[in-house]
């Protein structure tokens, strides 16, 4: 099976605010928020397809991806292309998580030029840390949020986890369809 991102559109966001995660992921929920489907349509999101085409995730760039409460404690003040990510609750917790971020991270690299990442996550979610570890980012920073602890992780160009035996091998995944 393979992955690509595409254009986001009113159908794709639709599913993506419909999505409903088990506790503690619930925090991800946006429910029929209409804020977060105008962010969706009008900023940098991305649609995540499997080869069939049926929307398996989402990703976002730049302030998008950031918190911005983290701004001023200098979260963010390092050169890098933020990303942001959401799979598809279903998907979750299967071992789909190495492909689906190693195509955000192609798909990124080519549509931004960059080769230097982080990402925001809250602190709960150890499944997506421990994924980006195996990715090669490490975490750069903390700060809370209305009661959530939250961590930026970098992935620099050349920052690899291959002495620890992680391959680095994204799979089967298309470059961006957009």
């Given at each position: 099976m393979t992955y690509h991102i595409t254009a986001m559109t009113e159908a794709f966001a639709d599913q993506i605010?419909?999505?409903n995660y088990e506790?503690?992921?619930?925090?991800?929920?946006?429910g029929q928020d209409e804020e977060f489907r105008k962010e969706l349509l009008e900023c940098s999101y991305y649609a995540i397809l499997d080869?069939?085409?049926?929307?398996?995730?989402?990703?976002?760039?730049?302030?998008?991806?950031?918190?911005?409460i983290a701004i001023p404690l200098g979260a963010y003040d390092e050169?890098?292309?933020?990303?942001?990510?959401?799979?598809?609750?279903?998907?979750?917790?299967?071992?789909?998580?190495?492909?689906?971020?190693?195509?955000?991270?192609?798909s990124m690299e080519q549509l931004y030029q960059r080769e230097s990442f982080r990402l925001t996550v809250a602190?709960?979610?150890?499944?997506?840390?421990?994924?980006?570890a195996k990715l090669g980012f490490s975490e750069a920073a903390?700060?809370?949020?209305?009661?959530t602890s939250f961590i930026t992780m970098v992935k620099k160009r050349g920052a690899?986890?291959?002495?620890?035996?992680?391959?680095?091998?994204?799979?089967?995944?298309?470059?961006?369809s957009i």
């Open positions: 605010m419909s999505w506790p503690p992921y619930d925090f991800y929920n946006s080869d069939e085409e049926q929307l398996i995730g989402f990703c976002c760039t730049g302030p998008s991806a950031q918190i911005p050169d890098l292309l933020d990303i942001g990510l959401g799979m598809k609750p279903e998907l979750t917790g299967k071992g789909f998580g190495h492909k689906f971020l190693s195509c955000v991270l192609a602190r709960f979610n150890e499944r997506a840390i421990r994924l980006y903390s700060f809370d949020k209305g009661g690899s986890n291959s002495k620890k035996g992680i391959s680095q091998d994204p799979g089967s995944f298309e470059t961006p």
